[in-house]
């Protein structure tokens, strides 16, 4: 079992920036692949950006790509979503995943993975 816990989200203006942290305890982190999603009100949950074990390899959703930064943590047992210019549509709960694979397949449906976080809030408004 794996256990996410995310921490970070909050109201902000739009322009700022936020960085969500997602800890991870209950398994060998370096063994997981690890994505981000979110899920705005009365919308579907979806994908946001996914980094392979190692951290080397990383995909995003077009909508996000060059604002949003997918890192990780190893040592500290932590994934991370730098965001950046953020704007009033990117209000939503942001998740993040873990799928139980240290392979290259980088998954960006949410059924590819095995564990879930609580979510965190995620407001942008002036």
């Known amino acids: 079992q794996v256990q996410l816990v995310e921490s970070g989200g909050g109201l902000v203006q739009p322009g700022a920036s936020l960085r969500l942290s997602c800890a991870a305890s209950g398994r060998t982190f370096s063994s997981l692949t690890m994505g981000w999603f979110r899920q705005a009100p009365g919308k579907e949950r979806e994908f946001v950006a996914v980094?392979?074990?190692?951290?080397?390899?990383?995909y995003y959703g077009d909508a996000w790509k060059g604002r949003f930064t997918i890192s990780r943590d190893n040592a500290k047992n932590t994934a991370y979503l730098q965001m950046n210019s953020l704007k009033p549509e990117d209000t939503a709960v942001y998740y993040c995943?873990?799928?139980?694979?240290?392979?290259?397949?980088?998954?960006?449906?949410?059924?590819?993975?095995?564990?879930w976080g609580q979510g965190t809030q995620v407001t942008v408004s002036s």
């Open positions: 995943a873990a799928r139980q694979s240290a392979s290259t397949f980088l998954p960006t449906g949410k059924d590819s993975y095995d564990y």
């Open positions: 980094l392979d074990w190692s951290g080397s390899r990383k």
